[in-house]
């Protein structure tokens, strides 16, 4: 059909088509990725950090959010973002960018939250191309699991609840950080988070909340 000819989108479609926000902690990235959508007359958010995801996503409502997965020197990772965005807009579509697109973290992203991923460095055409895709498809996901006990205001995201049953396993930090994908820090930052919402000090005292909280099974 020739473009002359299709129906003119309503002010709305377009509003929502056009807001997207970028986030990476890479300063070129950014820059090269604001000014690639820009180009496509998309209105562009640029978050560096968690904390301006946040900020973000409390002040505007997005159609689409495009963000790297791995963040150096954090204490949380994309998966903790993605885990934010679903929880805030389950309908936004969440495309993913990765520059080792068989590894295991790309596939649980995109098995789990994501909509679709593109391999770094991103190619224009392949950024235009994915964008307009997901947007398109519209496909509402449902929002990540929450893990929630009937007796206490306990919540555990998705990769929180990946530890616990690798704490309960016997795994150590060092093998969780490999099965994860991720630092032994940032592992272990995981570990803190969940010994803070169970209210415990230790692997033995985690595992044991969980058991009686039937978070995990035996």
Known sequence: ???SQQEPLTDIAVAEKQ?????DDDEVTRIYLQHALEDQAYD??????FDAVKEAMLHDTFALVLMDIVFV????????????????????????M???PDTDSAVQ?????????LTKPVKQSDLVT?????????VQLPPPQAHISADRQLFLSSREMDVLKMLYKGLSYTEISGMLGCCESTARTYGKR????????????????ALQMKLIKR
């Open 73 to 96: 020197d954090c204490s949380y990772d994309g998966f903790d973002i993605l885990d934010y965005v679903r929880s805030v807009n389950a309908d936004c579509g969440v495309v993913i």
């Open 194 to 209: 969940v010994y803070k919402k169970l209210g415990v000090n230790s692997r033995s005292e985690a595992v044991y909340e």
């Open 19 to 23: 807001r997207i926000l970028v986030v």
């Open 109 to 117: 992203a995109l098995r789990i939250k994501a909509s679709d991923y």
């Open 44 to 49: 562009v958010t640029m978050a560096a950090s």
């Open 130 to 138: 994915t964008i307009e895709k997901v947007l398109s498809e519209a």
């Open 1 to 3: 059909m020739d473009v």
């Open 98 to 100: 990765t520059s080792y």
